[in-house]
Every structure is written in structure tokens, then in C-alpha cells.
């Protein structure tokens, strides 16, 4: 019989005082080796500046009557540096953490305790010289240099063994607490750090938060994966942005445990009302896509191609396929029916399709380098978008793209502006789940142009524009859907357009979704690429608005860079400012290098100024020598004309004249001939 227990919110310790947690709500279901995510809110009585330790615990109530929050935190399912951020729409500034419910919890309801340290001025300690903890008398006094540390379980080898081995016996550790590796750390080696000083604690809980405390890494993870792979390790356990601890291996694929952990975010219900309050929307808006993008749309379905040759789609073979990929997993759907849905763009390029030179596939990679709308980041099963390379250089420098940086633009370090993305589920897996994972990973590659538009003034460009597509699938069913964003007044909300849901079994359906995703690759991959060129060359150029700056002000400008950016796209400075001083001198050696390489260039851009006014000139003079001479020539066009119309005048004259001469003449003989007939008539008479 499965048990649950009801999660109750409840700030504990004196620390936490002012501690506030936003999910789970109060009475909210869970089954015992379940992930939950608990939201913890920063105080708002603590400056963004402050470092802070959080740790999570769960203690089990008897009867249905919990006990008050004490220094007992219960099983700790979390423990480290509590990291928040600034969300959209929403403040304080929180952080979520995902932790397991233990398999041995015991029934019944249970309550959240949550414990904060405030840690100002924190120094590293070497391991090899722990008498640096001098100064303590034997009442726990605090010097104002360091703070002691009294016997706790943290401090003392024998205690830390006696209640790990307790802890041990109770229950299994959860997955996602940091001493669940194989390899047990070594107690006195977690704690690397020594606060000064501790805000709002009191000598009865400060042993209590040091055991919780955790020193900070020592490895930076971009530095680690700034490596070759192969002086790498295998497997590295590397912090998360949220805190939490990942398995990362050589080929970056996630342990099951993270996918299982992104599942049940996508799973939760309020999911869709959360993703609205972000605004984002899983319907189609009451003013819908243009005209045109809907006409497109059908032409994408309409037009006909030339379906693939010797495929298991074929009618001999369809029943019996179909059959095979029964209750089969979301693996072998991968593998054997999604080619068939959505072909690899690579694979199609190296057989001849020279449109996708610039697409790049990603199979189940983590969009580690964007900030998620909501929740953990989006890992597609199949996902497309423009490589590095379709962008020069100039251009990568306006998206300010950095190799060790988050970027709204850029989902991983070889993936621009993806526009396509692809769910598949299985078994009892709904489509519903697939739908909103598409929804997420297509709000933030929409959420990318239009913050390029933003940054270029042409907002305008992409309102009410299908900016991207997604496909959702099982063995039974299939859905494609358009995006679009519609923008007012500045306010930016992401809504979908149903597409099609054909059924690839029958017959007549049985290659509109390959149809489609061929035409989209022949039709609309062309206007995405073009659209996003002709904006970019709206997007002023960094290097030419740094020759403004002042030499002698790059240190008071450099001191502001990191106010001036979105805290959600750069690294948080460590608590120790540890390599703060050579980061800011780089930093200015590179400005100065911009200026001198912007003299450089405005000199060149001088010279070939000059010399294409003197071209210029040449051309003006060699124009005007041509129009002179067209000049001339035009006079003397008209002078032969005026002397063909003067000879013409004096024929004219001449022909009247011999005209009127003969009638004269006509008019003599008429007369003659007349006094001849009346001569005549006279002589007969």
C-alpha cells in the first residue's frame, strides 16, 4: 500500500525567522520516494549582495500533530548555497530545489523545515591547517576575525560518525543530497569555508547551520568544460544553476534521476497556470497568426514530396510495425519510429540537401546555455535550429554571444534560434506532458527573436508571426503546432496554433507529418534565416558605440557591468570575489584593445572614404564631359531639323504654287473650250 504524506509549509529555526516558502502549498500529496519542489523566497530584508546557506529538511508528525520548529532539522534532503534569483513578474527573488521524499519516510503527514544562514565576509580555509580555528574559549566566544566552531557533528570526527551511521539505519540518503556518492567525502574536508559573522543567528544555533554549510566548489564547471574531453573525467558531479548537484558524463547526457526530476515539473498541475502567469499560453489567441502564416501552414501540409523508399511505412510492413513498437520505451520510439516523423536535417544534408548546410540536430541535449521560463531547463528529444557558422562574426559580437555566459539567444554553444522541437511519450505518458515540455522549449526560442527585435526597434516585425514549430508523439497519436508571439504595448505573451494531428497509421496520413517537416526545411527555414539576418543589421554594433567611452573611465565604467546586465544571463560572483581584480584589468585591456582596433579601423574607413570621393569626382567629371558632348549633338539634331523643315516649307510653297498655276491653266482651257461650243452653236443656228 502506497503512503503519502501531506506536506505542510513551515519556516523553522530562529534563523529562518523570515524565511518564506512558496511551493509546495500547504497539504499537497506526495508518495514516498517522489520528487517535490520547494520554493524558498529571499528574505526581503537581505541585500542582493549577501551570501546565504539554506538546508531543507523533513520530519515526520505523529497523529497528525506536527512538533514545532526546533534545531532538530529532521532528514535533510538538501544542503548548500542558497543562489536566488530575480523571476519575470514575479518578486521576491526565489529559488527552487528539487528533492526525493525518502523510500523509509514513515507514514502519515510531515512538515518542511527550512534553515537560513546569513554569511558576510567569507574566507577559504586550507584543510591542511586546521588550527587556523584558534581564538575559541571554552564558552563558544566569537572573534570579530573568525568564528568558532563548538563541538557539533561537523567538527568532531566521532560525533559526525555516530550520527551518520543513525541517519544511516533510518532511512536510504535521498538522490539528490550531496553525499549520496559512492565515495563518502571526508567531514573535515566539506567545510571549507569560515563566515565572520552570522546575521540574525545565536551561539545555540550556530552549530546547528555549520553542519549544513558546504564548502564551496573548487572546480569551476566552465573551466571543466573548457577541456579536451579527454582529460575530462568520465563522470564529474557539477552544480547546477538552482543548486542542485547533476551527474554530467563525457557526452552530456543527464543521469535518470534529472530526467525523472524535469518529468515531474512538466507533470505538476498548476504547470499550465504557472507557465500563463509567465505568459505563456497553450491555446491560440483571440486575434490568431497573420493570414499568411496560416496559408502557409497549409501549404506546409499540402504540398506534395517524394516519401522515402524501403521504410518499415510501407504496406506490407505497417501491421507488423506497428505491433513491434507496442509498450515499447521512449528509446526504441526514437530509434526506429520518430527518423519517420522527423528526419535528421545532418543526415538528409550529407545526402545531398544543401538547404540544411546551416542546421544543426540536437537528440536529448540539455539547453544548458538559456535561462528556463519556469522550472528545469528543456532537454527535447529532438530538437533543430541554425548553427554557429551561419552567423559572421559581426554578428555573433551584436548577439554578444560568450563561451562561459548564458545567452537569450543561443540554447547551446553549437545551436542559434532553434525553430523546431520534438516530444515523444510512451506507455501511460499523456501527450498533455509532451505538449507543455514543447510549449516551454518554443517559448524561449521565440522568447530569443523577439528580444533580437527588441534590441533592434522592429518589435513589429515578428508580432502575430509563426516563429517556430513543435512536433508531439506516441505510438497512436501526433500533433504539430505553430508559435507565435503577440506583442502590446511592450508587454510580450506566447501563444500556439494547432497545425495538424494526423494518424500515421492510415493510409493517407501516413507521411504528412515527414511532408511537413520537408516543406518546412524547402519554405519556411528560408524565412527564418532571412528574417533574422535583415534584423540583425538593425542591431547596432558594439565596437562602434565603445569609441565613445573614455579611457580614463573604464574602471568606474567596468565597476557597473554587472549591474547594468539581467542577472539571469551571467555568472554570480563567487562569495570570495576570488580572481575580481584580474577579471576587471582583462576587462579593461580588452575595452582598450577595442579602441585602438576602432582607430584602426575608422583610419582604414577614412582612407577608402577619400578614395571613393575621388572616384566619385572622376565619374561626376566624365559625366559632365558626357553631357556636354550629348549636348552638342542634341543642338546640331535640332539645327538639321530646322533646315529640313525650311526645305520642307519652300516645297510646300512651290507645290502651291504650281497647284495654283494649274488651275489657272484648267480654268483658261475650260473657258476656251466654252467660247468654241457657244462659236459652234452660233454657226448652226
Known sequence: MQ???????????????????????????????????????????????????????????????????????????????????????????????????????????????????????????????????????SDGDVRPAKACRRKSPSTNPELWKKEHEHSKAQQPLSPFSPDCDSKQPDPLEHRTTTPTSLANTTDENADTIYQWIPAPSEVDPFEVMSQPSSKRSRSRSISTDRGRARSVSSDNSESSSARDTRSYAYRAVNYVTILETKGCFMRQSSAGPVTEDVALCERLLSQPIVPPRGTLLEDEYTIAFHDALQNRSEARLLVDLHPLIMPSAENQYIQGNESLKNVIDGYNDPWLKTEPIYGPKPQPDHARGLRWSTFSDTQRRKLGIKPDEKSPYTVRDDMYFPYLTAEIKCGNQALDFADRQNMHSMCIALRAVVSLCQAAGCTEEVHRRILGFSISHDLGGLRIYGYYPEIDDGKVSFYRWPVAQPNIWVKENRWTCYQFVENLDREFLPIHTDRLMRILEEVPDPDEEVSGIDVDELDSQVSLVGLQERPGYRRAASSQNRGLQPELRMMVQTLQQQLTDQKEREEKRAAEQKEREEKLLVQLEQQKLREEKREAEQKERAEKLLVQLEQQKLREEKREAEQKEREIKREADYKELQDKLLALLEQRK
Open 3 to 137: 503512503l503519502f504524506s501531506s506536506l505542510a509549509a513551515f519556516a523553522g529555526l530562529a534563523l529562518a525567522q523570515n524565511a518564506v516558502i512558496g511551493l509546495p502549498t500547504p497539504n499537497q500529496t506526495v508518495a514516498p520516494g517522489s520528487n517535490i519542489i520547494v520554493q524558498i523566497q529571499r528574505p526581503n530584508s537581505l541585500s542582493g549582495s549577501t551570501e546565504m546557506a539554506v538546508a531543507i529538511g523533513l520530519v515526520s508528525c505523529l497523529h497528525r500533530v506536527c512538533q514545532p520548529a526546533s534545531n532538530i532539522m529532521g532528514s535533510i534532503v538538501y544542503n548548500g548555497l542558497f543562489d536566488p534569483a530575480y523571476h519575470e513578474t514575479y518578486l521576491p527573488p526565489y529559488q527552487n530545489f528539487t528533492v526525493t521524499v525518502p523510500f523509509a519516510f514513515a507514514a502519515g503527514q510531515a512538515q518542511i523545515n527550512v534553515a537560513h544562514a546569513t554569511l558576510i565576509g567569507v574566507d577559504i580555509m586550507k584543510r591542511e591547517a586546521p588550527t587556523e580555528l584558534h581564538g575559541c574559549n
